[in-house]
C-alpha cells in the first residue's frame, strides 16, 4: 500500500468514549408498541428491529412494525456521536412519512438515558411541533423508546412507549 493510500485510510474519525455506548443497541430485538390516540384509546404494535454497527462511529437500524390501523410500516434509524458539533446526532425515515426527522441529543451522567430531541411536522395540526424521544437502557437486554411531543402550552404529552427486547 503506498504511503499516500496509507495517510487516507488514517485521516477518518476515531471512535472516541462516546461512541461505546452505541454498542448497547446493537442486535436483533423485537419489539411491543404501546401508541396513544388522540381520543384517548391506546393501540398496540408488535415488530421487530435489526441494529448494526458502522465503523464504531454509528449504530444503525431497520426496523419493521403496523401503525394504528395494522398498515405496515419499515423505518430506518442511525444515532452516532458528532465529534464536530460535540453531541449524539440521529436520523429517521419511515415508509409512512415524507418527512426526515433529525435529531440532537444528549446522554445522562449515568449512561442509562440518551434524550433526543428534534422538529417534525405538527401530529395534531398545523405547522411544525417539537418532540423528544428517549431511550432507556435497562439492562443488556431490554431497553425503551418513550416518544412526546411538545403541545400548545409547552408541555411534553407521551404519545408512544416502545419496549425492546433482545432476541
Known sequence: ?????????????????????????????DVES???????????????????????????????????????MTYYVGLGYDVTFKEYRAFMMMSVSSHLWKYAG????????????????????????????IIEIQDENHRTLTSTGQDEKGEWQTFMVARYTRR
Open 1 to 29: 500500500m503506498s504511503t499516500e493510500s496509507q495517510e487516507a485510510i488514517e485521516m477518518g474519525t476515531k471512535p472516541s468514549p462516546e461512541h461505546a455506548w452505541l454498542e448497547k443497541l446493537v442486535g436483533e430485538w
Open 34 to 72: 404501546e401508541m396513544m390516540m388522540p381520543d384517548g384509546s391506546k393501540q398496540v404494535g408488535k415488530g421487530t428491529e435489526s441494529v448494526q454497527n458502522l465503523g464504531g462511529l454509528w449504530a444503525y437500524g431497520e426496523g419493521k412494525t403496523s401503525m394504528p390501523g395494522g398498515q405496515p
Open 106 to 133: 444528549t446522554l445522562s451522567a449515568d449512561g442509562n438515558t440518551m434524550t433526543l430531541d428534534c422538529e417534525g411536522p405538527n401530529m395534531m395540526g398545523e405547522g411544525t411541533a417539537n418532540y423528544r424521544d
